[in-house]
């Protein structure tokens, strides 16, 4: 036999014993008696939800509908308030509730109701998602304080909730906000307790401020625009990251905050009101009817831009650091120093003021003043006496002759390493 004949004869009786493998786990061709049972999954088993409904989730005497056990649960169509109820009250811990983008909307006189009501005194792990909530007589969403137990660990996410009679949302402990919008409602858009983690949400025309949160929490890439009090209230010890405050009363207010990226903007008052131990990194504050960023004792303003705001560009008083700032255009209303220095021990390094009422303004005693530059502000400088001030040196009139090469003469009129300079 040849090698080619030897071969095919030896694939074919490979294949006949790899059919007759296969043939032999097929099973009986002829099916089972009876009837034919499906082999699918239903949707409950894919995904084990429970529907929103009257049979599943009853009400009571001040709700609509009421989760009473941990689990999942979603919306079948829009819910409307009736007088003296919440749409939906949560009772339980470990619950997801899924609007599935319907909206639960109140109705006029239906009382001081909120749309969806957390009531256990020990509930976590409590998530609400994709939906609008709105026109309630209390708050659109009301995680329920109860002395010594809050609700803590929840989440809101991609909602919409406004025109509400007091807040849009009021989350507890340990919380967080994200993609949600909070608009026209008749308090702060969001209150907090502390430690929550508010990301990428907008508050826009409340009645009261647009995020409000406690102590230790996190703002990161927010919006707060027309809110009535101020953009961001912010707790002890907070942070806000890569926001942005327009048309608020303040911008933003707080104590001992990083505030970090973030714009203020035709604020009816100052753009950043900050009471001790705050840290500023590379923020603008323009046109701001106040300050444009204001801060007390111990606390550090470094990289930012303040342009054009009514009163001061930069105020601090005591204790202070102010590094590397650039001021321009302040006291827009004809008095206002770029930066205005009210008290002692303060640090003023590396700025640039030009164009003011005033460029460096110091009313006390005892502070440090090197390496700054003025420009073109109606009065330079202005400080006390007493403070330890670098040499300032006058450069008005240019000294350099037209340079075009590798190599210049020093034009500076200084070779001092603390020098401030007017030019």
Not at 104 to 110: D, N, P
């Amino acid at each position: 036999m040849s090698r080619t004949n030897l071969f095919a004869c030896l694939s074919l009786t490979a294949g006949m014993i790899a059919a007759a493998a296969i043939f032999s786990h097929a099973g009986p061709l002829d099916p089972p008696a009876g009837p034919v049972a499906p082999s699918y999954k239903t949707l409950t088993e894919v995904e084990p939800r429970t529907a929103i409904n009257a049979a599943n989730t009853p009400g009571d005497a001040d709700s609509l509908y009421r989760i009473s056990k941990s689990g999942s649960y979603y919306l079948t169509g829009n819910i409307t308030g009736v007088a003296g109820k919440c749409g939906i009250e949560i009772a339980a811990s470990g619950v997801t509730l899924d609007l599935c983008g319907f909206e639960m909307l109140g109705t006029v006189g239906m009382g001081a109701f909120d749309g969806i009501t957390v009531t256990p005194s020990d509930g976590v792990s409590i998530v609400i998602r994709n939906g609008s909530i709105r026109r309630w007589g209390d708050c659109g969403i009301e995680f329920i304080y109860n002395s010594g137990h809050p609700p803590t660990s929840s989440a809101i996410e991609n909602l919409s909730i406004g025109a509400n009679v007091r807040y849009g949302v009021y989350l507890e402990w340990y919380s967080s906000a994200t993609n949600c919008r909070f608009f026209d409602n008749g308090s702060d858009g969001i209150l907090t307790s502390a430690a929550c983690t508010i990301t990428s949400c907008i508050a826009t025309g409340n009645a009261g401020d647009g995020i409000s949160v406690n102590t230790g929490c996190v703002v990161n890439d927010c919006t707060a625009r027309t809110n009535t009090g101020t953009g961001f209230n912010l707790g002890l010890g907070c942070t806000l990251i890569n926001s942005t405050a327009a048309n608020n009363l303040d911008g933003a207010s707080g104590q001992g905050c990083t505030i970090q990226n973030c714009s203020f903007e035709a604020n009816s008052a100052d753009g950043f009101s900050g009471f001790e131990g705050n840290t500023i990194i590379g923020c603008t504050a323009y046109r701001n009817a106040g300050n444009g960023i204001g801060t007390g004792t111990g606390s550090t303003i470094t990289d930012c831009t303040a342009r054009s705001n009514d009163l001061d560009g930069i105020r601090v008083s005591v204790r202070c650091n102010v590094r590397n700032n650039t001021c321009t255009g302040n006291g827009f209303n004809g008095d206002g120093a770029n930066i205005h220095v009210t008290s002692s021990d303060n640090r003023i390094e590396g700025n640039l003021c030009s164009t003011a009422d005033r460029g460096i303004d110091v009313d006390s005693a005892g502070n440090f003043i090197v390496r700054n530059t003025c420009a073109a502000n109606t009065l330079n400088w202005d400080i006390v006496a007493n403070n330890v001030v670098g040499p300032i040196i006058d450069r008005t009139t240019p000294g350099s002759a037209a340079i075009s090469g590798d190599a210049a003469p020093d034009s500076t009129g200084s070779t001092h390493h603390n020098a401030n300079f007017t030019y």
